[in-house]
């Protein structure tokens, strides 16, 4: 079984600051890791993903996200947040046991304040 | 280029009443999903379908019915509508890829459906 967690239902920051959203997982094969962001009311876009290879992923719009194999993390990360980067961010994974399964966490809403 | 469109945007059911949430997309995917988004649930992946006139069960499929007559349309439906189906309903659609890696293309989603049931 696969699932995945992300422990904050909001983070807060200032603008310019450095931003983390966490994301840790569970899987019984090897993951496959996304970062997905909601606008509200719109569906959610794709951010990045890591698949193999190194572990500093990057993505869209500045973002990155660092795969922790030993901490089952894959905590999304922005060296200077805007305030435009305010909405929700999801983390999903899937396993090489689940076929086309893929599991998301429950949201973390990140809010940027000027 | 218009994505993944569904349709309608909202919706209000009475309890046992049925409808249809449609989903079409142009970009020439092989694979279209239903989820459903409840607050602090995530998404929650309904049915899903990897080619024209294939669908599979995701992990909530009770209560829903899908197909896939055309690649490009992929339907939802709710044949007798509970309370416990309210939510935004979200169709996606990803590209197929050849070996090990084919369920990584990035999913394209809609703008989503919002059902309440009363």
């Known amino acids: 079984a696969q699932s995945v967690a992300q422990p904050e239902d909001q983070v807060n920051v200032a603008e310019g600051n450095p931003l983390t959203v966490k994301c840790t997982y569970s899987?019984?094969?090897?993951?496959?890791l996304f970062w997905y962001v909601q606008y509200p009311n719109r569906g959610l876009q794709f951010l990045l993903k890591y698949i193999t290879g190194d572990n500093l992923v990057k993505g869209s719009y500045g973002f990155e996200a660092e795969f922790n194999k030993s901490q089952t993390s894959f905590h999304l990360k922005k060296p200077s947040a805007l305030v435009s980067d305010s909405a929700l961010y999801f983390c999903a994974v899937r396993d090489d046991n689940a076929g086309n399964m893929l599991t998301f966490g429950g949201g973390t809403r990140l809010m940027v304040k000027p | 280029n218009a994505g993944v469109t569904q349709t309608p945007k909202f919706r209000v059911l009475k309890t046992g009443q049925s409808m249809t949430l449609l989903c079409a997309q142009d970009?020439?995917?092989?694979?279209m999903y239903w989820y459903r988004q409840d607050p602090g649930m995530g998404l929650r992946l309904i049915h899903y379908s990897v080619g024209e006139g294939t669908t599979a069960k995701g992990e909530v499929p009770d209560g829903y019915n899908v197909s896939r007559l055309k690649k490009q349309n992929f339907l939802l439906g709710l044949e007798s509508a509970a309370p416990s189906q309210t939510s935004v309903y979200f169709c996606?659609?990803?590209?197929?890829?050849?070996?090990?890696?084919?369920?990584?293309?990035?999913?394209?989603f809609g703008n989503g459906t919002r059902l309440t049931v009363t």
């Open positions: 996606a659609s990803s590209q197929a890829a050849t070996g090990t890696r084919s369920y990584n293309s990035p999913l394209h």
């Open positions: 970009m020439n995917h092989e694979y």
């Open positions: 899987v019984s094969g090897n993951p496959y």
